[in-house]
């Protein structure tokens, strides 16, 4: 008797560990179907009571039942079938955590529930460099958030990227809604602008493109008369990014002709009459090219050579 104990316990010990060291791989899930693979391959049939479900839906993360399940014995692949994650008025993520026989809850990868056909809907208003206005419909009842809202941006033929937003105009029972995002900095050169927004994880609606006018690069500084070195002379301007500056300067107040200058300074050649500079520069990049302010500068007589 005392060696059939022994057996017995045994026994009981190597079954217990069996259960303990079971474990399973989720291969794919689509909305109430996950087909997975336990290890060590089962004996016998894997019954529902193996495995425990749970699907988070937004946030929000419940049991799952009633399962069925396939499976049969001497085979490691198993698949789990419940009630579909139905669409409603928003878009739903949905993660599926599966144990088998107690252990550890595996995660699944996210699938994504789209919104219901005659959901809420949005329409785009008016654009303008960081804001935007559109329409809900229906009316909502509460009023929408930040995280009822993503929202995208494209700038000429750059790629799409998601925009954060700083701020919502939004109240109860009013369709009108007022987004607002990071303006993107002007450039030396128009820029073509078009946002997309989806609301409550239905379909992006995107704007028509417009324009982000121009910079107008700022007149040179500095600009002034070395009567001692007889030169004009000006602080440089930084070039924009992978391109070049250059400048151009008239003399006596004319209007022209400008001449090309690459440096910044402009020697006076002897016997130069007194009068008023005009200096502006050119900034140009990839894009193309673009004229700055204008700035201005008196300067006195530069003395011809002496007679010999």
């Known amino acids: 008797e005392?060696?059939?104990?022994?057996?017995?316990?045994?026994?009981?010990?190597?079954?217990?560990?069996?259960?303990?060291g079971a474990s399973m791989v989720i291969n794919n899930v689509s909305n109430g179907v996950i087909n997975l693979s336990v290890s060590p391959t089962p004996?016998?049939?894997?019954?529902?009571?193996?495995?425990?479900?749970?699907?988070?839906?937004?946030?929000?993360?419940?049991?799952?039942?009633?399962?069925?399940?396939?499976?049969?014995?001497?085979n490691p692949a198993v698949t789990l079938n419940f009630a579909q994650t139905q669409p409603t008025s928003v878009g739903q993520t949905v993660i599926y955590k599966v144990s088998y026989k107690g252990g550890a809850l595996q995660i699944a990868p996210s699938l994504f529930v789209q919104a219901q056909a005659g959901g809420s809907s949005i329409v785009i208003n008016s654009v303008n460099n960081g804001v935007i206005g559109i329409s809900i419909s229906p009316t909502p009842t509460v009023a929408?958030?930040?995280?009822?809202?993503?929202v995208k941006q494209k700038i000429d033929a750059g790629t799409e990227t998601t925009s954060t937003l700083s701020s919502i105009t939004a109240s109860a029972n009013d369709p009108a809604v007022v987004l607002n995002v990071a303006a993107i900095a002007q450039t030396y050169?128009?820029?073509?602008?078009?946002?997309?927004?989806?609301?409550k994880g239905g379909a992006f609606v995107s704007s028509s493109a417009f324009n982000v006018p121009a910079q107008?690069?700022?007149?040179?500084?500095?600009?002034?008369?070395?009567?001692?070195?007889?030169?004009?002379?000006?602080?440089?301007?930084?070039?924009?990014?992978?391109?070049?500056?250059?400048?151009?300067?008239?003399?006596?107040?004319?209007s022209g002709p400008f001449n090309a200058v690459s440096a910044n300074e402009y020697f006076l050649s002897s016997g130069t009459p007194a009068g008023t500079a005009e200096l502006y520069a050119i900034l140009s990049d990839a894009n193309g090219s673009k004229e700055s302010l204008h700035a201005s500068t008196p300067y006195s007589a530069t003395a011809a050579p002496a007679l010999k």
């Not at 929408?144 to 993503?150: K, R, S």
């Open 2 to 20: 005392q060696c059939f104990f022994m057996i017995s316990r045994a026994c009981s010990s190597f079954i217990l560990a069996a259960s303990v």
């Open 43 to 74: 004996t016998v049939a894997p019954v529902i009571g193996d495995f425990v479900v749970m699907a988070n839906v937004n946030g929000v993360e419940n049991i799952v039942s009633p399962l069925t399940i396939t499976g049969a014995a001497n």
């Open 144 to 150: 929408p958030t930040a995280a009822d809202f993503v």
């Open 189 to 199: 050169n128009i820029q073509s602008l078009v946002y997309a927004v989806s609301y």
């Open 216 to 254: 107008i690069p700022p007149a040179p500084t500095g600009f002034a008369h070395d009567a001692a070195n007889k030169k004009l002379v000006w602080n440089p301007i930084t070039p924009p990014v992978g391109g070049t500056v250059g400048y151009k300067i008239s003399l006596n107040g004319s």
